[in-house]
């Protein structure tokens, strides 16, 4: 056969790739709704639909009411409000997967090069990977759209006449939907930049050449950027609308770095840690690793915009885990820019005459590009699970709303017993609670950081994760709050915010399962309420579960291990060991339960109980932290000590960071009777790692109750030289003094007063 026939043969299988890769984002963007922030969009666009405005200030809380909101994603609420209302959660899917095709379509033709496709695809494979990571109905996904038309735009059409129109209504459409709006004027800055350093800078190798306008397509995109910034200012807060977006830029520094540290998409990808760890995000790793060599292959033609545009979203990228399809993008077009003239001969460096080979070649790279393409397919459609509620199998890329992930009983409860006030709840409920309750219920904080800020999100976590419990009264009295939701479903609640609601007068709880807990203020707003649903939890008795309609499907009961967790941690072990009893006939390998099983025996003094089920635990996960510090306490229990010892030590070279490890180490060494070497541990932790005072004691007052007090006295003698005048330090000298046989004054030695 001739090598034309090859050559068409070759071309017909690089579309398979492309068939392949459009197939499986369908199939990827079809997974269930799981996104926090949608119910907050919902909420907000029935409520611009009903009232026909867009409000420029705080409606949805009872905390920051009336403060500047400027809501830059009105469009994007009003769309899937209409869209939910209309088609229920399979209308948003269904727009989730048009938005993906398309976005991924422009993509393709940004690099669509008949004799390039083997390059084109393997790139555009690579963006899917990091893409899908972010399949979620937020506006994000029209930021990603029309990112990749102002790319299909200004690299291919620029001198094209509809290219004016198109970016200025896209434009127009960006800055009413999502508040990286800004970045479309910011592209076209950065081809007039490039441009003017070509004219005007001498560079290096054929840089000032290539990709350089003419004048007329500079004149052009000049004029480009001017109409699209024009076009920001076509929203509803006007200046306002344009600054906002910059300002939340600029003020994510200072007490808004908070929100680095406790929201995960906000939190970097890559840090010192995971750096060269090949299980996390090792398709981002590889996307920086080959763009970057692309660069490296190119050096000589390099395009100033596209290296402008590398390094910039690389930065944004490493920033926060959300923003890495965005440099997915950036990375493949700069990417098929500097392959764009790479010879078949340079990928295959062997020398072969015959055009044949070459064909042949690519049709064998296609063919298992297809099979990868697939294989991903179907190893993250094939994913199921079961729903206990309903006993039936769910597959996750199945479309509908995930459960897991809400307190949708607990809010189901609220909307059916028409309950209403202002509530406390968690930032994880709150946009769910805005999404289905709203205006009956006014919520305490949800997830728009940028208007809460990060002095009001520092409070929230004194009362949520702190147990803040003098807070917390100043905070219910302050705000007037009348209710409040615990959720429980993608986390578990703090024992000492959840005890406070419990044993306070003043509320009661109305509602128990375990997505949440509902408390209700002890009001006469509430009593119909509080008479009609008041829980006693000391009776709880866990639901019955029909293990014949579940039969053998592999169910895992979360539900169980929940409740018995809340449970336990309001100090109701009998109730909780009901609900993990009837977790391990659902599931006896549903390991989770053994942790909590072993806490509570722990708390009975049947250690030898306890330490059996820690030790399950951390058999099938033996990288589980918490499992092995749970296993070190139960021989530590057990005056096992040797054994304890052993645990910690792998502790403390597993996470040599927590200084825990150290501390718990040190104690071990002294119940040994190993006294050198806790004071030798203690000082390597203290202050290099921590400086927990009241660590220091424990350990001092152990090596006291035997008799250890020239080593007492050495710890005792070392912090105070760290501390030297720190205040704290001296306020908490109060709890020294009040310690066993410590009773004694700073000046004195541990051991005068012990033997005295």
């Known amino acids: 056969m001739s090598d034309r026939f090859w050559k068409k043969m070759s071309y017909v299988f690089s579309l398979l790739p492309i068939g392949a890769l459009f197939g499986v984002l369908v199939s990827l963007a079809n997974l269930e709704i799981r996104d926090l922030d949608l119910w907050l969009h919902l909420g907000m666009g029935k409520f611009i639909t009903l009232h026909g405005f867009v409000p420029d200030y705080d409606i949805l809380s009872s905390t920051i009411a009336g403060k500047m909101w400027i809501n830059h994603e009105w469009l994007f609420q009003v769309i899937v409000y209409h869209l939910f209302n209309l088609f229920g959660p399979d209308g948003l899917l269904k727009m989730q997967m048009v938005l993906v095709v398309a976005t991924v379509f422009f993509l393709l033709l940004i690099g669509y090069n008949k004799d390039r496709l083997a390059i084109t695809n393997f790139f555009l494979v690579i963006v899917m990977l990091l893409y899908q990571q972010r399949f979620t109905i937020r506006p994000d996904l029209f930021s990603l759209l029309f990112f990749a038309i102002y790319i299909f735009v200004l690299a291919l059409h620029l001198d094209k006449k509809w290219a004016l129109p198109v970016l200025f209504i896209v434009q127009v459409l960006w800055t009413n939907i999502h508040g990286f709006f800004f970045f479309g004027p910011f592209f076209v800055l950065i081809g007039v930049f490039s441009e003017w350093l070509r004219r005007s800078v001498r560079l290096p190798y054929e840089w000032n050449d290539s990709g350089k306008l003419t004048d007329e397509e500079y004149v052009r995109l000049q004029i480009i950027f001017l109409v699209v910034s024009l076009a920001c200012f076509f929203n509803p807060s006007g200046v306002q609308g344009v600054l906002y977006p910059l300002r939340v830029l600029f003020s994510l520094g200072g007490e808004n770095k908070i929100f680095f540290d406790y929201i995960q998409e906000l939190q970097k990808p890559i840090n010192f840690n995971t750096l060269w760890s090949l299980g996390e995000s090792r398709y981002y790793k590889l996307a920086i690793v080959l763009s970057f060599m692309t660069f490296i292959y190119n050096r000589r033609r390099i395009d100033v915009s596209a290296l402008l545009l590398w390094i910039i979203f690389l930065i944004f990228s490493l920033n926060a885990g959300r923003n890495i399809p965005f440099f997915a993008f950036s990375a493949y077009l700069v990417s098929i820019t500097n392959l764009f003239n790479i010879d078949f001969k340079e990928i295959v460096p062997l020398r072969f005459s015959y055009k044949k080979f070459q064909y042949l070649t690519l049709i064998v790279f296609h063919l298992l590009m297809v099979i990868w393409?697939?294989?991903?397919?179907?190893?993250?459609?094939?994913?199921?699970?079961?729903?206990?509620?309903?006993?039936?199998?769910?597959?996750?890329?199945?479309?509908?709303?995930?459960?897991?992930?809400?307190?949708?009983?607990?809010?189901?409860?609220?909307?059916?017993?028409?309950?209403?006030?202002?509530?406390?709840?968690?930032?994880?409920?709150?946009?769910?609670?805005?999404?289905?309750?709203?205006?009956?219920?006014?919520?305490?904080?949800?997830?728009r950081t940028e208007v809460y800020g990060g002095k009001f999100f520092r409070k929230y976590n004194e009362l949520w994760k702190d147990g803040n419990t003098a807070l917390l009264d100043k905070e219910i009295a302050r705000y007037h709050l009348t209710g409040a939701l615990l959720n429980s479903s993608r986390q578990h609640i703090p024992k000492e915010t959840l005890q406070y609601f419990y044993h306070a007068k003043d509320w009661v709880l109305v509602y128990f399962d375990h997505d949440a807990l509902i408390f209700l203020k002890d009001i006469p707003k509430n009593k119909k309420w509080i008479e009609k649903f008041r829980i006693d939890l000391t009776a709880w008795k866990p639901p019955v579960v029909d293990l014949l309609k579940i039969g053998e499907a592999r169910a895992v009961p979360f539900q169980n291990y929940y409740r018995a967790y809340t449970l336990e941690s309001l100090d109701l072990d009998e109730p909780a060991l009901l609900e993990l009893e009837e977790a391990l006939k659902i599931a006896p390998d549903y390991f989770q339960v053994y942790s909590l099983l072993g806490k509570i025996y722990a708390k009975k003094k049947n250690y030898a109980k306890a330490f059996q089920y820690f030790r399950v635990k951390l058999g099938v996960s033996p990288s589980d932290k918490e499992a092995r510090f749970n296993l070190a306490m139960a021989y530590n229990d057990l005056k096992e000590y040797a054994y304890a010892m052993k645990q910690y030590q792998i502790i403390v070279r597993s996470w040599p960071n927590d200084p825990k490890g150290y501390f718990f180490l040190s104690n071990a060494y002294v119940k040994n009777k190993e006294y050198e070497k806790a004071v030798n541990v203690f000082k390597k932790v203290y202050p290099n790692k921590s400086k927990s005072f009241q660590d220091s004691i424990k350990i001092i007052e152990n090596l006291c109750d035997q008799k250890a007090y020239a080593y007492a006295k050495e710890i005792f003698d070392f912090v105070s030289r760290v501390e030297g005048n720190n205040e704290d330090f001296k306020n908490d000298l109060n709890d020294l003094k009040t310690s066993k046989c410590l009773d004694f004054d700073i000046k004195n030695s541990c051991s005068d007063v012990c033997e005295n």
Do not use: C, W
Not at 379 to 390: F, G, L
């Open 373 to 447: 393409i697939f294989e991903y397919g179907q190893e993250m459609t094939s994913r199921v699970y079961y729903d206990i509620d309903n006993y039936e199998r769910k597959a996750e890329f199945n479309g509908g709303i995930g459960k897991e992930g809400y307190p949708y009983k607990a809010v189901a409860f609220l909307k059916e017993n028409h309950i209403e006030g202002n509530f406390f709840n968690d930032f994880n409920s709150g946009a769910y609670l805005v999404g289905n309750v709203f205006p009956q219920i006014k919520v305490f904080i949800d997830g």
